[in-house]
């Protein structure tokens, strides 16, 4: 679920300054903030009146790659760690050793607004859909459940991150 006043895209959800860049070739830069006299990234904060509660699913590949360098990585993979430990907020992994998964047709997004309407939202390298239409909406809905089952549990994915922020 986001909030109405969520002013970002799905891609830039989990950015860091390094990572934006290099993933979408905008010159824009995050629009999180960093601590001051760390440059350590700090997690998204909702300014919405009621709690927000999100959950993530994504691609191993995505923590396992090395775009925009290793220190980039590494704050990515903090900045994950960080926004799983917030209340509201589940982030699985979907290990690459998954043969298949509810998820290879490609990236989609579920939500529900603040007057609980339901929409789904893909994007693709030129195009992009945010869907109403209750019966498209309810099957990318129970493809989102296929996905969290065969994800890493929050717990498994909290120690993957982990396990990477050690070995870097």
Known sequence: MLPRQATRTPGEYGCTHGHRHPTTGSGRPCSRERSPGTGTPQPWKSSAPKPVIASFVFSEAAVLSNLGGRQVMRDQI????????????????????????????????????????????????RSSELISDPDEVSILAQKYGMLRMQALNAEETLGLLERLLGEQ
Do not use: K
Request: charged residues 15%; negative net charge; aromatic residues 6%.
């Open 78 to 125: 903090f900045h994950l760690r960080s926004c799983a430990e917030l209340n509201g907020v589940s982030i699985q992994i979907l290990p690459l050793s998954r043969e298949h998964h509810a998820g290879l047709a490609g990236p989609f997004v579920v939500l529900e607004t603040s007057d609980h309407q339901h929409l789904a939202y893909t994007e693709a390298q």
